[in-house]
């Protein structure tokens, strides 16, 4: 089956540095893809890491490694409004984008 | 330029009675998926349709559930006599292609069983 690991919680206070792990095992698998939630929200695209390595968009950066079917979104200079519930997704093999459980990021002053 | 839109965005059911949860895609995409979000909870797949066809529809349940993407018209998820455990946000996404790396979700339907 599918599954994907991310911790549930995550306080961080603002300006500083947060990194959110996801673990991830999947039956094919072509990339992993990161998603922030405002609550009430639609999910909203973050990113996307097909290769391994690092992926930086302004603040937000996100690593793959396939060898370890792992990956962490790295969120610097926090601000309030990041406060967020974050999931990672993995595409599969099957065209199908699996979400992970979620990680719910709590940026205190 | 329009995004995904889902409507209604609350629904509210009687136990027995059925739900129709309709998602009008990205223009120009022809691929969608539904999610079923549960409170303090992730996205749970539940069906990949592309116009006239469904491709996949693994995390669907078996009964009362059914889906379709007609050639003209939105997308509906329909549930048929609804329980209580049916209660969810329900979300709809959109892709171009089938190989999608962004995916495009709506605002989403918050379906109360009563």
């Known amino acids: 089956g599918q599954s994907l690991e991310q911790p549930s919680e995550v306080t961080a206070v603002e300006g500083a540095i947060v990194q959110i792990n996801c673990t991830y095992q999947?039956?094919?698998?072509?990339?992993l893809s990161w998603y922030q939630q405002h609550d009430g929200g639609a999910p909203t695209f973050l990113s996307y890491?097909?290769?391994?390595g690092l992926e930086e968009t302004g603040r937000f950066s996100s690593f793959l490694s396939r060898s370890d079917s792992y990956g962490y979104l790295l969120l610097q200079e926090l601000q309030m409004k990041d406060s967020a519930s974050y999931f990672c997704a993995a595409l599969t093999g099957a065209n199908n984008l699996f979400f992970g459980t979620g990680t719910r990021l709590t940026v205190i002053p | 330029n329009a995004g995904v839109m889902q409507n209604p965005r609350h629904l509210v059911r009687r136990r027995g009675q059925e739900a129709r949860l309709r998602c009008s895609p990205v223009?120009?995409?022809?691929?969608v998926y539904w999610y079923r979000q549960l409170p303090e909870e992730g996205l749970k797949f539940m069906v990949y349709?592309?116009?006239?066809?469904?491709?996949?529809e693994s995390g669907m349940p078996k009964e009362r559930f059914s889906a379709e993407f007609p050639k003209e018209g939105p997308s509906i998820l329909r549930i048929q006599q609804v329980v209580r455990g049916d209660s969810a946000a329900y979300f709809c996404?959109?892709?171009?292609?089938?190989?999608?790396?962004?995916?495009?979700f709506g605002q989403g339907t918050r379906l109360t069983v009563v």
């Open positions: 890491n097909a290769l391994d």
């Open positions: 996404a959109s892709s171009p292609d089938s190989r999608y790396t962004e995916a495009f």
């Open positions: 223009k120009g995409h022809s691929h």
């Open positions: 349709l592309q116009k006239e066809n469904i491709i996949d």
């Open positions: 999947t039956s094919g698998f072509y990339g």
